[in-house]
């Protein structure tokens, strides 16, 4: 008896991907590198149910139905790698292998060509949800071989996430690392997402002096309107959050913020493709300041830390603070849909930018129905160079731009940092600035560096230096980007 489709790793997510899949109808096949994990899934949480073990991966790979659909849940990087080579041996032209994990995009695009290139297809499929999303439904990023899509989306669809009209969160991303790169900007906006809310927590609680209980309600009360998301609700939960003994778990966390490197490699991207991810950069940075705990309590001690008390209504700072954050929001949304199009233009994807709202709508980390909104956008206009010329989004920040300088400017008068916050702004007015300050900019690397300049009375393509000290001369270094 043949499975439909073959599991290797059985950590977290590989077991609830398994269980997921078994529940929706079809065997699995599973393998972990250490075989007493597989027994104790196959005899404990597999139980009567759907599942073959396997002890080895030739006897795994020979227990699946043609073409095999192998999905794996290891480690990114070398172990993949790793994995891959142990498989191909034993494949037979056709065969699926499917990579889980948070690879590196440009990684799963370099293994699309290998595998390729050997007769069998590749998929780098982004998962989002967690363990939870694993086991009842995540969202799901597919992408590579094309022609893998039909034999994985009768098993992808039904059990990834449906949206609140019952429409699947999984649709085909595109060839190459199409996948695993809008699963990497997901995560970059989670990133985003995350610091807005630790920001506005920050005012809350050291400007406002609230209490948790005070707090949760307040993100309860946003979660019921435009802020409705995954993130503000769990917020809310863990705010209200007290142990066996009514202490606040919250209050007992180190202030020290992990990272697995997907954000890093979001802004690296940015940098690469000139796009001005500022809102997400600064998402990382914040981590990295906030893991440098012993070095900031030091610091604390020699500089002074010192939080200025709050003398205006406390009411209207919390609406400040809603309508700050659904703003700054919509402007990291932004930021991230233009690096999708920026990466999608160079490598030749065709991005379904609707559809990628869609995929996000249900399952993932950062659901929101907010997520409706920019794939009503893209129905509006496929071609949407930028979410903020969206009437709809345009209207929204313009209407609450007002709390977002107001709140920047308390933060600031205060003492509490606010980079993302900040960021917002700062990218706002910098993208509906039909002029800004580079001129001098230009004029600065062609003094020192002969790196030449536009004129505003020349056509645009025209270039030319200035002997700006008499002792230069017309010499150019010819490295000037339009």
Known sequence: MHSDVGLIGLAVMGENLALNMESRGFSVCVYNRTIERTEHFVHGRGVGKRFHGARSLPEFVQKLSTPRRIVMLVKAGPAIDELIAQLL?????????????????????????AVESQGFLYVGAGVSGGEEGALTGP?????????????????????????????PCCDWMGDGGAGHFVKMIHNGIEYGDMQLICEVYDV????LALSNTEMAGIFDHWNQGE?????IEITRDILAYVDAEGNATLDMILDKAGQKG???????????????????????????LSAAKDERVAAAAVLGESVEPYAGAASALIDDLRDALYAAKIISYAQGYQLMRSAAQALGWSLNFGGIALTWRGGCIIRSAFLGDIKTAFDRDPALVNLLLDPFFAQAVRSRQGALRRVVSTAV???????????????????RSARLPANLLQAQ????????????????????HTNWTGRGGATTSQTYTK
């Not at 809350?204 to 400007?207: F, I, N, S, T």
């Not at 802020?227 to 993130?231: G, I, P």
């Open 262 to 288: 997907t954000g890093k490699w979001t802004v690296t991207s940015a940098l690469e493709e000139g796009s001005p991810l500022t809102l997400i950069a600064e998402s990382v940075f914040a981590r990295c």
């Open 89 to 113: 041996p034993h494949l037979s032209p056709g065969d699926i292998l499917i990579d889980g994990g948070n690879s590196l995009y440009t990684d799963t695009a370099r293994r699309v060509r």
């Open 445 to 464: 690397r062609d003094y020192f560096g002969a790196h030449t300049y536009e004129r505003i009375d020349r056509p645009r393509g025209e270039v030319f």
């Open 413 to 431: 008068t205060l003492g509490i940092p606010v980079p993302c916050l900040s960021a917002a702004l700062a990218y706002w007015d910098g993208y």
């Open 139 to 167: 969202s799901l990023m597919p992408g590579g071989s094309a022609a893998a899509w039909p034999h994985i989306q009768p098993i992808f669809q039904a059990i990834c996430a449906r949206t609140p009209d019952g429409e």
């Open 227 to 231: 802020l409705d998301s995954y993130l």
């Open 204 to 207: 809350l609680k050291r400007g």
